[in-house]
């Protein structure tokens, strides 16, 4: 991804997107999101390809007759951590900037691969889930 690409999805990100933490799976952690809502579909189709990954999803319209048809592009869990390393320099809404650098810093320390925690680590991680939730 050219400099140019990454300061351009950046700026995406700034106006329509959101970088959160979202559980997939009921049995599962919060794992980093990047989402972005569009009505235009060209644009999410090229984030893909440019990102090399995630998914566009359709949204119900329950008013064509006066609203456009919207979509979803999501990027999760490592991909939405190495995208986020990437255009974090770019981004420049400060609350967005403090969760990509939150996210990049310090998720994979609290989130263990094998998902088992020792009380130590439990703490470190809900008061990580505490801060990223106030940003």
Do not use: C
Not at 82 to 94: H, N, R, T
Not at 102 to 119: A, C, D, F, S
Request: aromatic share 8%; no cysteine.
């Amino acid at each position: 991804m050219t400099d140019t690409e990454k300061a351009y999805i950046a700026g995406i990100i700034d106006g329509e997107g959101s970088i959160t933490l979202v559980k997939q799976h009921k049995n599962r952690n919060p794992s980093p999101m990047i989402s972005v809502a569009s009505t235009d579909l060209e644009l999410l189709i090229w984030m893909k390809k440019t990102i090399n990954g995630g998914t566009i999803i359709k949204k119900k319209n329950y008013n064509p007759e006066n609203h456009l048809n919207s979509y979803v592009f999501n990027l999760t869990y490592n991909k939405a951590l190495k995208l986020l390393q990437e255009i974090e320099p770019y981004l420049v809404i400060e609350r967005k900037k403090q969760r990509a650098r939150l996210l990049i810093n310090e998720y994979k320390q609290v989130t263990p691969r094998n998902g088992k925690y020792n009380e130590e680590l439990a703490k470190k991680r809900e008061k990580f889930y505490k801060t990223f939730i106030s940003l």
